[in-house]
């Protein structure tokens, strides 16, 4: 137990850094960017959309990192991977957490600056309901996490050539799939349809329900997380 809380500690502890070293730049660019509209064409028209694909990328980028020189200072100072897997999921919960309530805090904060400004969630689902721009953003944020953890396990496992093949066949897949989707039944094709425009909130006759895509969310993170935790048990050094 001591162990985990150290390792978790660790994470998210050092973590912190990068999390304002992100901020300052993304935030700091903005300002610069504001400025100098704000003297030449001023900012009654500028607008200030989508701040969380900021976030969706620093994530991804957490995720594709995870199996870097930390795995193998951990292994070597004792630590199993059992332990380096928690101590991923908690850094994931750390951050998305962290980015999750900061994203929505400044999404509340822009329209004192910018006439027109608004959030990802509020583009896609039309609502401003803060409780589920907040669910769906942590949601979000897990799920990207996870998925991109899942792959670079994946990519560590298969090697460098294993991993290219399997990028390779699923593209191939992909475009058969589309070559020959006429000959796939239109009923399937709707209902396929239909389930993931209800998984993503869009139920039908005009209506959204905004949470729905956070359970959805919330579901693929513990998939690829169990996916996770059986990849790192194989792991080896590299």
Partial sequence: MN??????????????????YFYCIQYGFVAVIA?????????????????????????????????????KTLLQNGFTRKYIFAGMVSLIIFLALALSSCDLLISRLMPLFFNESSSLFEQIYGTDSAVANWLWSLALYFMIGFVCYFFRLLAHRLGKNGFIILGIVLIAVSILLAIYSYAIPDGIINAVNTFWARALGFVGGGRV??????????IISAVLAGGSYIAIRGAELK
């Fill in 3 to 20: 162990k985990l809380k150290t390792i978790a500690f660790y994470e998210c502890a050092t973590s912190i850094k990068y999390v304002l």
């Fill in 35 to 71: 400025t100098i509209l704000a003297f030449t064409i001023g900012l009654e028209d500028v607008t200030f959309n989508g701040q969380e694909i900021s976030s969706v990328i620093f994530l991804a980028i957490v995720g594709c990192m995870a199996m870097g020189d930390d795995f």
């Fill in 209 to 218: 329900n905004p949470y729905l895509p956070a359970l959805t969310f919330t």
